[in-house]
């Protein structure tokens, strides 16, 4: 048993699922050429982005990527208004300027994503280092790829958050592929968990299609870090369902390797865990799922009813 409540593990399932139908819809309407740019979907790797944020507050903070939407409806945002933004339109949270790659929510602690691999994770150590200043007992969460670990920005953030002891929490998620490239052709390492030894912080390996594993290394984390016990860095091993950004079949991904980790599909697993646990039935389960479908499809009339932003607005919000 994992010692959480029915509701919270009701929740829980429930955001899950909310990701992967709203990431099915993006994955729609970027066929009907509704979506400017591109767009990276999440669907596959869920049970990281709620495990750990099931394990946060709603004033901790976190740092994205280009493949944010997963993070942004995990932390609490708004599926209207995310789905407007994705949209390009005028009532998304950047006012349709930012787009899939750029979204953020202040007020839910989501700080943005960002297109730049490697560049959410000093933000996060500046959120931390934040929140260390001003003594409150905020944590800054910062979710990045494996390949990202090979930046700079990697190794100094650690380093960094390491000797200031920031309550800051490196979440890896490792889907074994930057773009087309897989790991073991970049990395002479098999665990960026590895990493952590070398700056001081713990490192942990966790299964990332498995979101009460993800829930309780980073429970644990969030615990040292509000304890003022410094950073840690957790390794989520998963994979995602497509390609990496909507345009790639993933042809490069062996066959068998696809089947294999889409067996161990974490919404699936999370459902027959519930069940066979006695802790939900599957009529609710599937009535939950039901119910998130709609919202989903509210979130598309509304994004679609919102009307675009005026040429003269591409001069507001800017600097420089
Ligand atoms: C600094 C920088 N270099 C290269 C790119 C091009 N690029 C976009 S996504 C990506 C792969 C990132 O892989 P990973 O960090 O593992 O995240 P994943 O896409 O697997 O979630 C690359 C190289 C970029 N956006 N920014």
Excluded at 102 to 124: C, E, K, R, S, Y
Excluded at 128 to 146: M, N, P, W
Excluded at 164 to 187: D, H
Aim: charged share 25%.
């Amino acid at each position: 048993m994992s010692g959480l409540s029915r509701e919270k593990l009701l929740g829980m399932y429930q955001k899950m699922v909310e990701i992967r139908l709203f990431e099915e819809k993006v994955f729609e309407l970027y066929g009907q050429n509704m979506v400017p740019g591109t767009i990276h979907l999440y669907a596959g790797e869920e049970a990281v982005a709620v495990g750990v944020c099931s394990a946060l507050r709603k004033d901790d903070y976190i740092t994205s990527t280009h493949r944010g939407h997963g993070h942004c409806i995990a932390k609490g945002a708004d599926l209207n208004r995310t789905m407007a933004e994705i949209l390009g339109k005028k009532d998304g949270y950047c006012k349709g300027k930012g787009g899939s790659m750029h979204i953020a929510d202040f007020n839910i602690g989501m700080l943005g994503a960002t297109a730049v691999v490697g560049a959410g994770l000093p933000i996060a150590v500046g959120a931390g280092l934040s929140a260390k200043l001003r003594k409150t007992d905020q944590i800054a969460v910062c979710f990045f790829g494996e390949g990202a670990s090979n930046q700079g920005t990697f190794h100094e953030s650690l380093n960094m958050s390491s000797a200031w002891k920031l309550p800051v929490i490196f979440i890896c998620e490792n889907n074994l592929y930057a773009m087309g490239t897989r790991q073991s052709r970049i990395m002479n390492v098999e665990n960026v968990a590895d990493r952590g030894t070398g700056y001081g912080i713990p490192g942990v390996v966790a299964d990332g299609n498995d979101v009460l594993s993800v829930f309780r290394v980073t429970d644990e984390a969030v615990g040292k870090a509000r304890n003022g016990e410094g950073p840690s860095l957790i390794e989520c091993k998963t994979y995602r369902r497509r390609g990496h950004s909507r345009a790639d079949p993933a042809k490069y991904r062996p066959k068998q390797e696809v089947e294999d980790w889409l067996l161990r599909d974490p919404i699936k697993r999370f459902k027959e865990h519930l069940i066979q646990e006695g802790t939900l039935k599957e009529a609710e389960l599937l009535a939950t799922e039901k119910e998130t479908a709609l919202r989903i499809e509210d979130a598309v009339k509304f994004a679609m009813e919102s009307p675009y932003p005026t040429p003269e607005e591409a001069l507001e919000d800017v600097y420089g």
